[in-house]
């Protein structure tokens, strides 16, 4: 089997992330989430393209609100789970959610 080493683009990981968090809350975010994670799979082994999947991912992004706002509702998710917010990173995605939670823990 031959891997590519892609990483997922920020809006990727943001959606993957989101339905991470609430595939508690509802049956539809779980399957999305199986939906999403073989069609990565699928990506990674060379059986579809990548363009194919970000088209997806932006899809089912805008129908939960679009990037920012699935960003902000699995960092409130986390937050009030939690109390914290742990993500850190140097990607545009780890960054977004940093600004968010700062913004978030302030109140």
């Known amino acids: 089997m031959n891997k590519k080493t892609e990483k997922p683009s920020p809006e990727a990981k943001a959606l993957s992330l989101f339905l991470m968090a609430y595939k508690s809350v509802g049956p539809i975010y779980k399957a999305e989430s199986k939906r999403m994670s073989r069609y990565w799979d699928l990506v990674l082994k060379n059986e579809s393209r990548i363009n194919d999947y970000l088209k997806e991912v932006n899809k089912l ?18 937050i009030e789970k939690s109390g914290e917010w742990k993500l850190a990173g ?18």
């Open 61 to 78: 992004l805008a129908s939960y609100g679009g990037y920012s706002e699935v960003v902000e509702k699995t960092v409130k998710y986390y």
């Open 90 to 107: 140097d990607d545009k995605y780890a960054k977004d959610a940093q600004k968010i939670a700062d913004k978030l823990l302030k109140k």
